[in-house]
């Protein structure tokens, strides 16, 4: 069955520093990936997707995230995080139809110190 | 668009009491999910359809909770009778290629 780990529950950084947020599935084909990110009392806002191509895809906000398949990870990146940016971050996996029943992982809580 | 609609954005109601959640979906994507997000278990896909149909039900916690999507663009979740455990954030989301989520009801039962 098609899962996905994030790692990190909580990640703090300083402002400016930068941010790998890290993503692995397991799953039986090549997926799409997803990232999503969401602020307190809002729904999910994608991020960026992977489908093909290319395997670094870049996204909204200034994030960007590499496709690696021997390694089954799908990791978030940013060179230099912004106090917006705290939020929480999640990873997401689906096939390549029925329009992306998607699988979540935890999520990661991201806070961005001063 | 205005993306996906969800109401009410919060609700508060007695155990025992019938709750429905609405959504309305973005015009022309053709799936439909509803989610759960609590605390303790994160996002948990709860139903989806493909073209009003409804695809997966598995996630379904029991019994009495049912969905319906009489048209494309309308959907409800029902949870009867409700109980203090189905307090949650349920989140509906639309899709073509990628799905795109309404901002959530905030479901308390006491």
């Known amino acids: 069955a098609q899962s996905v780990t994030q790692p990190d529950i909580h990640i703090t950084v300083s402002e400016g520093a930068s941010l790998e947020l890290r993503c692995n599935y397991s799953?039986?084909?090549?997926?799409?990936l997803f990232w999503y990110v969401q602020s307190p009392g809002q729904g999910l806002q994608l991020l960026l997707k992977?489908?093909?191509?290319?395997?670094l895809v870049q996204g909204i906000k200034g994030f960007e995230a590499e496709f690696k398949r021997s390694q089954s990870s799908f990791n978030l990146r940013k060179p230099s995080v912004h106090w917006s940016d705290a939020a929480e971050y999640f990873c997401?996996?689906?096939?390549?139809?029925?329009?992306?029943?998607?699988?979540f992982g935890a999520g990661t809580i991201l806070r961005v110190k001063s | 668009d205005a993306g996906v609609i969800q109401s009410p954005r919060h609700e508060v109601t007695e155990m025992g009491q019938e709750v429905t959640l609405r959504c309305k979906p973005i015009s022309g994507h053709n799936s439909l999910f509803w989610y759960r997000q609590t605390m303790m278990r994160g996002l948990e896909l709860l139903i989806y359809?493909?073209?009003?149909?409804?695809?997966?039900d598995s996630g379904m916690p029991e019994d009495r909770f049912s969905a319906k999507m009489p048209n494309a663009s309308f959907s409800t979740l029902k949870i009867q009778p409700s109980e203090p455990r189905d307090s949650a954030v349920y989140f509906c989301?639309?899709?073509?290629?990628?799905?795109?989520f309404g901002q959530g009801t905030r479901l308390t039962v006491v």
């Open positions: 992977y489908f093909s191509g290319d395997t």
């Open positions: 997401a996996v689906g096939p390549m139809e029925y329009g992306n029943k998607l699988v």
């Open positions: 799953y039986g084909a090549t997926p799409y």
């Open positions: 359809f493909n073209n009003n149909v409804p695809i997966d």
């Open positions: 989301a639309s899709s073509g290629t990628v799905a795109f």
